[in-house]
């Protein structure tokens, strides 16, 4: 297992921008499929966005399709989480989570993960 830090969460405002970081513990970080997910209060965990190894396959959520983007850059083992045109529905604790495996949007899917990062989107 990889060990995942995450970081860039905070308070802002509907309609605003930021950027979540999800730092690996090590250079193999390389080798794992990656993905963001997210729990609100008193919601099950779900599933936001996914990016293979290389960084060339990304799949998304419906509710986040063209305003989130995930990316990745292996040299400095980090995936990050574009988050645009922020909504209240969108406030959450956010987790990066890691796997050898592609294309999961399941809890159960994914193998690691980090402690999470609290996102707040209000007025």
């Known amino acids: 297992q990889v060990q995942l830090v995450e970081s860039g969460g905070g308070l802002v405002q509907p309609g605003d921008s930021l950027r979540l970081s999800c730092a690996a513990s090590?250079?193999?970080?390389?080798?794992?499929?990656m993905g963001w997910f997210r729990q609100a209060p008193g919601k099950e965990r779900e599933f936001v966005a996914g990016?293979?190894?290389?960084?060339?396959?990304?799949y998304y959520a419906e509710s986040v399709k063209g305003r989130f983007t995930i990316s990745r850059d292996n040299g400095r083992n980090t995936v990050y989480l574009q988050m645009n045109s922020l909504k209240a529905e969108d406030t959450a604790v956010y987790y990066c989570a890691a796997d050898r495996r592609f294309g999961g949007t399941k809890y159960a899917d994914f193998g690691s993960w980090g402690q999470g990062t609290q996102v707040t989107v209000s007025s």
């Open positions: 090590d250079r193999t970080s390389g080798t794992y499929h």
């Open positions: 990016i293979s190894r290389a960084g060339g396959s990304t």
